[in-house]
């Protein structure tokens, strides 16, 4: 299929549930630009259209005015439905208000968190072309506030050497404290304000279409123009290590004038490398964590008195408190786990954020019945709390999420009561907090979506399922949204996320309890 490129946004028409799944290519003459698994539908019957839910944006802009060649085994009636914009599509959904979910298709990983000159940056592992795993392409998005969300095209898709799996993304500020090496550093010669990020090519992988044979390697793109467009860089910068190895953050370590990179490699094993020119990593140490995998995170963490501490964060919300000296991460704590859920994964905090440290986790969630599939948490301030004479971390809620609730918001505030209601009459983020007694039960009903606290007991009940919270808590912090709900408690340091089953955007919101309680709940939009 040939196309003239006339418009920024190649649009392929795609399906939720596929008849089959064929290999797609997309070829400037012989230079293959795309090769991924495309989902199809049922072939358009005689002189019918060709039947798609939502349509995918490839970003184009770059070939206008050359013929492109789009290959594939074509049901009838897809080449009819293949078109170009000017403008994203936009999706009929309505999203969450302030969890971050794709336009369409599947989510996962949040990747590349950089602040960059008054922005945030959002790349996400997504798969354009579906709404389940496959795929893996970075997405992305903005936010000047960390709470609604600019959606924009797709930054890294799958190529040659694999598809594009976890990673991260800092600024080039220490441009003049990287050594020059016996190689050409084009990371010395970039301007200070160009991004920079680090991200598995996953060759070989069972979703990667086109690197059949290859291994999972560490490579890196670079931004020139405040993170629009990222421009992959050749070749390998950590070559294979072992089997799975994947998922880098780096970050500059002052003390010892050197980058530092965290990885993981394989069952519970990790890496911890050095460089000084960002092309040469040296393995300055190996961990292995009993009950950890995938996508760490080493970085620093001052604690309230002013001592610097260090977290290792990994994905399924386990973290190690303990230090580090540009070499190795020592004397380190028990892990403990960061949720009392399993719905969040993955998280990854901010490379440069000012004056903080902001996480952002991956939401396991389901979406049955919507266009998209899996959203991101609401992004969360890190501190150290001395509890029990061990450090706990704290995940308050970003400072955006307190700035936003405004007095004409409010649904319903009131002291001393047994029984709040209130109607949600159009889609908003609800936040609802409640102080109670040390042994009472409060339950929640949030748009026919049921939940319970049992102070006495340390139950959470919600969507049918009980979570073991610890007993006699008095303070708790929910927020709604669209599908979601988030708990915390006792100063941010117990956390916990669940699906909602019904995930309608208005409705009645009731607070019960059996003994006097003070309660708020307000919106967010």
Request: net charge negative; glycine share 6%; aromatic share 12%.
């Amino acid at each position: 299929m040939k196309l003239t490129i006339k418009h920024p946004f190649l649009c392929l028409p795609v399906v939720s549930h596929p008849k089959d799944t064929r290999v797609l290519k997309l070829f400037d003459g012989e230079k293959l630009l795309l090769c991924v698994y495309f989902p199809f539908g049922e072939a358009a019957a005689d002189n019918g259209t060709y039947s798609y839910e939502y349509l995918s944006p490839l970003p184009v802009s770059e070939w206008i005015g050359r013929t492109l060649t789009l290959s594939a085994e074509f049901p009838a009636g897809f080449e009819d439905a293949v078109t170009q914009t000017d403008e994203l599509p936009v999706s009929s959904e309505v999203h969450p208000a302030v969890h971050f979910t794709a336009n369409a298709g599947w989510i996962n990983d949040p990747n590349g968190l950089v602040y960059d000159n008054g922005t945030y940056h959002l790349y996400y592992q997504h798969n354009p072309f579906g709404v389940n795993w496959n795929n893996m392409s970075w997405g992305h998005a903005t936010s000047t506030d960390l709470l609604h969300w600019t959606r924009l095209p797709v930054a890294m898709l799958p190529d040659e050497e694999g598809t594009i799996f976890s990673g991260c993304g800092l600024t080039n500020e220490h441009r003049d404290e990287i050594q020059a090496a016996a190689d050409s550093n084009l990371y010395r010669s970039l301007p200070k304000d160009a991004l920079l990020f680090f991200y598995t090519a996953a060759g070989g992988s069972h979703d990667s279409a086109c690197s059949e044979g290859k291994d999972y390697t560490q490579h890196t793109a670079y931004s020139t123009d405040h993170g629009l467009t990222l421009q992959k860089l050749p070749g390998a910068v950590v070559p294979f290590l072992k089997t799975d190895n994947r998922d880098p953050k780096v970050y500059w370590h002052e003390k010892s004038k050197a980058f530092i990179m965290s990885l993981y490699l394989k069952g519970t094993e990790y890496a911890i490398l050095r460089s000084t020119d960002m092309l040469h990593w040296e393995i300055t140490q190996q961990l292995t964590f009993e009950t950890a995998n995938e996508c760490p995170d080493l970085r620093p963490i001052s604690a309230p008195d002013g001592t610097e501490k260090w977290i290792f964060y990994t994905a399924s919300s386990e973290y190690f408190i303990g230090d580090f000296d540009g070499f190795r991460f020592t004397n380190y704590s028990a892990g403990k786990r960061a949720s009392y859920t399993e719905l969040a994964y993955a998280g990854q905090t901010y490379n440069n954020a000012p004056d903080r440290i902001v996480l952002i986790q991956w939401l396991r969630t389901q979406n049955p019945e919507r266009l998209y599939t899996g959203m991101l948490t609401l992004p969360r301030e890190l501190e150290l709390i001395k509890q029990d004479g061990e450090w706990i971390l704290a995940q308050h809620p970003v400072h955006e999420w307190f700035d936003a609730k405004k007095a004409a918001n409010t649904l319903f505030h009131a002291a001393d009561t047994t029984s709040c209601q209130a109607e949600l009459t159009s889609p908003a983020a609800v936040g609802i907090d409640v102080s109670l007694c040390s042994t009472g039960k409060v339950s929640f009903s949030i748009l026919e979506n049921v939940c319970a606290y049992d102070a006495a007991t340390g139950i959470f009940t919600c969507a049918d399922k009980a979570t073991q919270l610890p007993a006699g808590l008095t303070e708790l912090h929910l927020i709604a949204d669209r599908g979601i709900l988030e708990l915390s408690a006792k100063q941010d340091t117990v956390i916990a996320y669940w699906e909602l089953p019904d995930d309608r955007t208005c409705g009645t919101i009731t607070v019960n309890a059996d003994t006097p309680i003070c309660a708020e709940a307000w919106t967010v939009r």
